[in-house]
């Protein structure tokens, strides 16, 4: 069946602008990830949605930054008045939370240049 | 979360085995240890998980101590193609609100 994808695969911004992002998970999956990866760095943890429940924000790096989930399946990382140091590859992931192995299955993520 | 602290980077060289230690000292009784691979330009993938002693499926195996504090992945005769970062998580595999922190990773180079 089909993976995680994201759109767009690239987007260029001026300072100032809002972006969105989006994800499409795996048909079923209930939990879905969002991270952020500079160049050269680790993942870093913004969002977590699982179920119905209210979504882990934690991750978050200011009030500028949002994410949605629609009817449990797509969705969408908002970025207002993007800055320059927003500038990454944005990933998200998919995961079916069973008692087996809690395996995340992530998209080709969307790398995001902000002028 | 438990914090986890792997090498920043190994070389090797193709046909040799290949083993990354990672140390979570703070690791919870319910924690699960899993590996991850990210090639570059492309989002992480799921290598191996365990939770103790050792798992070993077709691409890795995953040594786990009795005290779990650390944990090694062992890739056999390694290729070119396993140049990559690999990522040492832990955390809790069962539902919930918790998620799992990827740290920096260790790069590893493959040479010919």
């Known amino acids: 069946g089909a993976g995680v994808s994201q759109s767009p695969s690239n987007k260029v911004t001026e300072k100032g602008k809002d972006v969105e992002l989006r994800c499409d998970p795996i048909?079923?999956?209930?939990?879905l990830y969002w991270y952020r990866q500079s160049l050269g760095q680790g993942l870093e943890f913004l969002i977590y949605?699982?179920?119905?429940?209210?979504?882990?924000k934690s991750g978050l790096p200011s009030d500028r930054f949002s994410a949605e989930r629609t009817g449990g399946s797509v969705s969408t990382l908002t970025i207002q008045r993007t800055q320059q140091e927003d500038s990454a590859v944005y990933l998200c992931?998919?995961?079916?939370?069973?008692?087996?192995?809690?395996?995340?299955?992530f998209g080709p993520g969307t790398r995001l240049t902000v002028l | 979360l438990a914090k986890t602290t792997q090498p920043i980077s190994m070389d090797s060289y193709e046909g040799q085995e290949v083993n990354i230690t990672c140390s979570h000292n703070n690791i919870a009784t319910n924690d699960y240890i899993t590996w991850y691979q990210q090639f570059p330009s492309q989002g992480p993938r799921f290598i191996i998980q365990?939770?103790?002693t050792k798992v070993t499926n077709e691409v890795a195996s995953l040594f786990i101590p009795a005290d779990r504090k650390s944990s090694t992945l062992s890739l056999p005769r390694v290729s070119l193609s396993d140049t990559a970062v690999y990522y040492c998580?832990?955390?809790?595999?069962?539902?919930?609100?918790?998620?799992?922190?990827f740290g920096s990773g260790t790069r590893l180079q493959v040479q010919p």
């Open positions: 048909s079923g999956h209930t939990a």
């Open positions: 949605f699982q179920g119905n429940s209210a979504p882990d």
């Open positions: 998580l832990v955390g809790w595999k069962g539902t919930g609100r918790r998620a799992l922190t």
């Open positions: 365990g939770y103790k």
């Open positions: 992931a998919s995961s079916l939370l069973t008692s087996g192995t809690v395996e995340q299955f």
